[in-house]
T-cell receptor, first 110, second 115 residues
Framework: GQQVMQIPQYQHVQEGEDFTTYCNSS?????IQWYKQRPGGHPVFLIQ?????EVKKQKRLTFQFGEAKKNSSLHITATQTTDVGTYFC??????????FGGGTRLMVKP | DAGVIQSPRHEVTEMGQEVTLRCKPI?????LFWYRQTMMRGLELLIY????????DSGMPEDRFSAKMPNASFSTLKIQPSEPRDSAVYFC?????????????FGSGTRLTVV
């Protein structure tokens, strides 16, 4: 499947600070999905983006799909300790097969 | 809905032993996926099924790994013989697909340790 690269790999923030993770591809993506995995847990589906320039919000989380559909971002406003975990982007390729990025591990200092 | 159910949650076995991991997908989901997660390699797709038929097993590491889906409500991933490098968390996920994915639902995973 198409490769998606995520940066940064790790991010430490103070509680209340904002956080952003980026997902990039060298080729056009048909869609992007975002997942969150809590420490010791399993990935949980957050959202899917399919349209060029699409922006979706879930409370303090804002998801964007780039105009060229080659990149995506997840932004968390005013992080809380409950936001701790690893955030993955994933691209759905042919046949409903998801290819995951390497993930960004978010750590929040209270 | 109980979600995707995996068993066992933890498995510790000795090198050379056979290991069988089990998965019950969400009823009505027509796709089932087996992933392996390690710190070094992240989330790797091993194999996936559509309507109980294996579609792509190119991620299966070697012949020691095999997977079956005898019916829509059950799948197994078998490792025989197991090796220490197989130690990882194995996730099963299921999804429904109607031209567009609606996201995967993952099980809680099986943490496998081969000593």
């Amino acid at each position: 499947g198409q490769q998606v690269m995520q940066i940064p790999q790790y991010q430490h923030v103070q509680e209340g600070e904002d956080f952003t993770t980026y997902c990039n591809s060298s080729t056009t993506l048909s869609n992007i999905q975002w997942y969150k995995q809590r420490p010791g847990g399993h990935p949980v589906f957050l959202i899917q983006l399919v349209k060029s320039g699409e922006v979706k919000k879930q409370k303090r989380l804002t998801f964007q799909f780039g105009e060229a559909k080659k990149n995506s971002s997840l932004h968390i406003t005013a992080t809380q300790t409950t936001d701790v975990g690893t955030y993955f982007c994933a691209h759905q390729g042919a046949g409903n097969m998801l290819t995951f990025g390497g993930g960004t591990r978010l750590m929040v200092k209270p | 809905d109980a979600g995707v159910i995996q068993s066992p949650r933890h498995e510790v076995t000795e090198m050379g032993q056979e290991v069988t991991l089990r998965c019950k997908p969400i009823s009505g989901h027509d796709y089932l996926f087996w992933y392996r997660q390690t710190m070094m390699r992240g989330l790797e797709l091993l194999i996936y099924f559509n309507n109980n038929v294996p579609i792509d097993d190119s991620g299966m590491p070697e012949d020691r790994f095999s997977a079956k889906m005898p019916n829509a409500s059950f799948s197994t991933l078998k490792i025989q013989p197991s090796e220490p490098r197989d130690s990882a968390v194995y996730f099963c996920a299921s999804s429904i697909y109607r031209g567009l994915s609606y996201g995967y639902t993952f099980g809680s995973g099986t943490r496998l340790t081969v000593v």
